[in-house]
């Protein structure tokens, strides 16, 4: 169908399904085994519902964020996910020029298709990028590609927590195909004879032993702030200001690493609850299941900073450049609407007011 036609990210979804070669679509939608974490971190955002005001000029309306000290058009960026070749041939450079266009950050993952060269050279001047970063067991190896990334211009690491090892992805495990490799980690993705599918394959040369000192030292040899992505509690959030982290980023992974996992919007209603002075010393960042402007919003409201998207993108990516900005504007027109429509001119007058979390305060 035309890209035109497309209206929502759903609709990409729907597309991408048909259009994605098997073991993409596998590799990209697959969750860990009985997608617990995975359809929960959708559906409990949405059991959270908005305390609109009324009768505010809502002629304009700004969406503008800082993060992680870069300029962003919008509260959400580009989540990391590896592989982006499966969905479209130019990849993470596509996925680039689709979003710098638009003020949007892209977080760039280790285990990208593309050099961490070529995905920055194809991102207009002005535009952000982060590097999320997987240790290599090779502690060279992640020295060397962290002072490629500070030397690049790239703003900020967020050094994946939550997946020492990769969760059991039953659909990307029962699908096999011909190998891709990683031209940032190397690593080389497919299936062995074992019923390990690309996921784990991928994973091998990751550091199983990282420990919360190791933090320090990406912060020392690459000299960027470091996030920590994938916080999933409160006491975890805590340990990460006496880390020194600039930020976390409550995620699981998508759902693809512990099923059983709390969602992400639960971890955030917690540090609320255990911690809520976290918000001035932390920037908080989330994704898991938002892919409308609406889903956004309320974790805007709850006091994230920013919000990630990581598959809606690559099913936008089905269309190339013009599908990622096309992606773009939608959520944002989304967001736009969504705060019209709640008595909001910036998205910094969002705040916990906004949304009744009554829905999943007992859950
Ligand atoms: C991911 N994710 C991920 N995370 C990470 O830190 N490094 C990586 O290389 C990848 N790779 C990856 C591949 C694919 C195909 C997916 C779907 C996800 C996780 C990603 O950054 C993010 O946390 C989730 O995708 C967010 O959930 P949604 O938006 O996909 O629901």
Known sequence: PPLHSLISAPDFQAIASHTLT???WAFYSSAATDLITHTQNKALTRRIMFRPRILRDVKSVRTNRTILGCESSTPFFVSPAAMARLAHADGECALARGVGGQGVIQCISSNASYPLSAIVAAGGKSQS???QLYVNSDR???AELLKKAAALGIKGVFVTVDAPVP???EADERIAAEAVASAISGAVASNDKKGGGMGRLMAQYVDKSLVWEDIRWIREVSGLPVVLKGVQSAADAMMAVRYDAAGVMLSNHGGRSLDGAQPSILVLLELHRIC????D???????????????ILKAIALGATAVGVGRPYLYALTYGEEGVEHLTQILK?????SMRLC???DIDQAHPGLVNTQGIDHF
């Open 276 to 279: 809520p002075d976290i918000f």
């Open 129 to 131: 990028f982060f590097l």
């Open 343 to 345: 008595g909001l001119t």
């Open 22 to 24: 098997p073991k993409a």
């Open 333 to 337: 027109d989304e967001l736009e609407t």
């Open 281 to 295: 010393k932390l920037e908080i960042y989330i994704d898991g299941g938002f892919e409308r402007g609406s889903d």
């Open 167 to 169: 969760g059991k992805r």
């Open 140 to 142: 060279a190896k992640t």
